[in-house]
């Protein structure tokens, strides 16, 4: 008789365990997990490199886009970052060398006898070959003088003994052409260029002014400025 009930006891805990083990879900594979975590994380940082496109924040986008492609490469969320990530480059590049210009540039006013006095100055590059020499172009408004067009020296002097009359000019690619310069009475290490309207007016349209002038011990020297940063609205009550 006991026997009998142990053989329906098992039987019947038989039929449970099966029953209980047909509805156990399947055990999960570790890697398609793990590709399911990258796929849902490289997803939600596309989508903010998507927002700061759209936002025209492009510095932002290119750091997020890189990153989904250094960390989360092979997935769909890459494939389209990199579809659009060297047009996010270049935009941001863009951004940030007008940036850089219009940072070379400063803009004063300064309280003067009878107004006010406004310039805008930037420093030309430095030469690889002449580190020291290096000169300041300056756009100046003053209440009695007017307007005016100088380059200034900070560690060099100008050599005008063969003469310092005419500067070779060159606005971006052109030909130099001979602007007339006019070394000041007062003996200041400046050099006025005399036709101002002129200078500004072709400066404004250029990305770079070159200047040829002679210094004493160094020479003939080239001075280039990236005058592409130039805003005139901050320069504008020299202008009224």
Not at 93 to 103: D, M, P
Not at 164 to 171: D, G, R, Y
Not at 186 to 199: H, M, N
Not at 218 to 225: P, R
Request: charge should be positive.
């Amino acid at each position: 008789m006991r026997s009998k009930y142990s053989l329906l006891f098992a039987l019947c805990a038989a039929i449970l365990a099966a029953c209980s083990g047909g509805n156990a879900p399947p055990p999960v594979d570790p890697a398609i997990a793990a590709k399911a975590a990258a796929e849902a994380k490289a997803n939600k940082e596309a989508a903010l490199y998507e927002q700061m496109r759209q936002n025209g924040s492009w510095d932002l986008a290119v750091s997020l886009g890189s990153e989904v492609l250094a960390n989360f490469p092979g997935t769909a969320a890459a494939a389209r970052v990199q579809q659009t990530i060297d047009e996010t480059r270049t935009k941001a590049e863009v951004i940030a060398n007008t940036r850089r210009l219009a940072q070379l540039w400063s803009y004063t006013a300064t309280a003067e006898d009878g107004g006010t006095q406004y310039a805008a100055a930037i420093a030309s590059k430095q030469a690889p070959n002449q580190p020291n020499a290096r000169l300041r172009l300056v756009l100046r408004q003053h209440p009695k003088w007017g307007r005016s067009v100088y380059l200034l020296l900070d560690n060099a002097t100008f050599d005008c003994k063969g003469g310092c009359a005419t500067l070779p000019v060159s606005f971006d690619d052109g030909k130099p052409q001979r602007m007339k310069a006019t070394v000041p009475p007062t003996g200041e290490p400046a050099l006025f260029i005399d036709d101002d309207k002129g200078f500004i007016a072709k400066m404004e349209k250029a990305k770079t002014v070159d200047v040829g002038v002679k210094l004493k011990g160094i020479g003939e020297f080239n001075a280039e400025f990236e005058v592409g940063g130039f805003v005139a609205d901050k320069w504008m009550p020299a202008r009224k």
